[in-house]
């Protein structure tokens, strides 16, 4: 779930904070620009782990600060493809159930990804696995509904990935490629976070743990 990122980063010391070690000001101040930020192809950005070089300082003309190239490790959070991990729901929808880990919420389990036969409650928005229940001859019964309630623990499988630059777009003159008339409208969907994961619980053992208890 969580790997060690090596990363090289030009920080700005500033003079405020020349009465620290140089390595504890360099620490402070790559934890204020990176922790908790999204880095494209890295992952969640958690917390500088050690730093592992320190170039030369340069000062700017009009500038107090001291302009320092760092080579570092950074904790980063990106889980690994078919890795097993326990989150809470926070959602769901008719296309499928959202998850939350607490410090990450953007991870979907589309409906084709939920435990099969499973149906969509529209009036209390949640799903519903319907459990089949088999008799000794080996045949079907019926069902036991088994609830995906907001708010339960729930054990998925990571299937994908996806990271998003959502930096300003250039087109080949230099501008912004967002012509006129196009500041208004908006994506009825919202944003596009810039990290997402896809996750299936289709398989024994995964889904709301308590099934599983």
């Known amino acids: 779930m969580f790997i060690l990122a090596e990363l ?3 920080v700005k010391l500033h003079p405020r904070g020349f009465n620290k070690d140089i390595d504890q000001q360099i620490q402070d101040e790559l934890n204020h620009k990176l922790a908790n930020r999204i880095l494209i192809d890295v ?5 500088v782990y050690d730093i592992l070089e320190i170039g030369e300082s340069h000062i700017l003309p009009g500038d107090g600060a001291a302009h320092t190239k760092v080579k570092f490790r ?10 097993m991990l326990v989150g809470k729901i926070k959602s769901s929808t008719k296309d499928g ?14 409906a ?6 499973s149906r969509y409650e529209e009036k209390d928005n949640v799903w519903v696995w319907q459990y089949p229940i088999i008799n000794e001859e ?3 019964e019926g ?19 996806k990271f998003t630059d959502l930096g300003p777009k250039r087109d080949n003159k230099g501008k912004d490629s967002k012509g006129e008339g196009d500041g208004d409208r908006e994506d009825s969907a919202g944003p596009e976070p810039s990290y997402s994961i896809t996750a299936t619980i289709s398989e024994d053992g995964l889904g709301v743990v308590s099934w599983w208890s």
């Open 143 to 161: 069902h036991h509904d088994l609830y995906m309630d907001i708010g339960d623990q729930i054990r998925f499988k990571v299937e994908s990935e």
């Open 43 to 47: 992952g969640l950005c958690i917390s």
């Open 8 to 10: 090289r980063n030009l």
């Open 112 to 117: 084709s990804q939920l435990q099969n036969p």
């Open 97 to 110: 159930v959202n998850v939350t880990l607490g410090f990450f919420d953007q991870i979907f389990i589309p």
């Open 74 to 83: 950074m904790l980063v959070f990106r889980p690994w493809i078919e890795e």
């Open 138 to 140: 080996g045949e079907q």
